[in-house]
């Protein structure tokens, strides 16, 4: 299986502030990854596939870089429903896996 | 707007069979699209549990392929998953979601989620 790692596991910010989540896979899976923002009691909301297309919907200031085995999401401005849990996702090949969440918190 | 809904017991005894339904408005499950279950054990991270599409066809965790059932019902615009011999360790809430078809993407649309607890 492709082992999703995800740093950092926790950070603190602001409101405005510009964060960068990272995610490594244990071997290329070329661009294929998603990124998912998770709040409390809702339903997973669906960011980035494909390293770094946009869903439709989804506000430019999120944006993915990467390929192979390193991918990095960023929010250019962090807004209160950005505080949640991000996980990145590879769909390279089964089973689907996803990194252990990367929680960003009101500093 | 298109939403989906999992509904089933919150509480399935050891050695039972977890029966969960995801039902899908606003849009047709026969569309090109695979129908896919992820869960959360608490404290834990996701856990893809597999997917199918409405033609019948699925592909499961290998983890978990000895006890998993996927159906679709068409005529209910629904799916269901099946996990039967179950143990504490399938505690989880429970994802529905979409994925549609083609190499390029993955899930798009989720459901809110169920917590199932195992327990006698």
């Known amino acids: 299986d492709i082992q999703m790692t995800q740093s950092p596991s926790s950070l603190s910010a602001s409101v405005g502030d510009r964060v960068t989540i990272t995610c490594r896979a244990s071997?290329?899976?070329?661009?294929?990854l998603a990124w998912f923002r998770h709040q409390p009691g809702k339903a997973p909301k669906s960011l980035i596939y494909?390293?770094?297309t946009l869903q439709s919907g989804v506000p430019s200031k999120f944006s993915g870089s990467g390929s192979g085995t390193d991918f990095t999401l960023t929010i250019s401005s962090l807004q209160p429903e950005d505080f949640a849990t991000y996980y990145c996702?590879?769909?390279?090949?089964?089973?689907?896996?996803f990194g252990g969440g990367t929680k960003v918190e009101i500093k | 707007q298109v939403q989906l809904q999992e509904s089933g017991p919150g509480l399935v005894k050891p050695s039972d069979t977890l029966s969960l339904t995801c039902a899908v408005s606003?849009?047709?499950?026969?569309?090109?699209?695979?129908w896919g279950w992820i869960r959360q054990p608490p404290g834990k991270g996701l856990e893809w549990i597999g997917y199918?599409?409405?033609?019948?066809?699925?592909y499961y965790n290998p983890s978990l392929k000895s006890r998993v059932t996927m159906s679709v019902d068409t005529s209910k615009n629904q799916f269901s998953l099946k996990v039967n011999s179950v143990t504490a360790v399938d505690t989880a809430v429970y994802y529905c979601?979409?994925?549609?078809?083609?190499?390029?993407?993955?899930?798009?649309?989720w459901g809110q989620g169920t917590m199932v607890t195992v327990s006698s």
């Open positions: 979601a979409r994925k549609p078809s083609g190499n390029l993407y993955s899930f798009d649309l």
């Open positions: 606003d849009y047709s499950i026969t569309s090109s699209n695979w």
């Open positions: 199918i599409h409405y033609s019948g066809s699925t």
């Open positions: 071997q290329d899976i070329s661009n294929s």
């Open positions: 494909a390293a770094s």
């Open positions: 996702q590879q769909y390279n090949s089964y089973p689907l896996t």
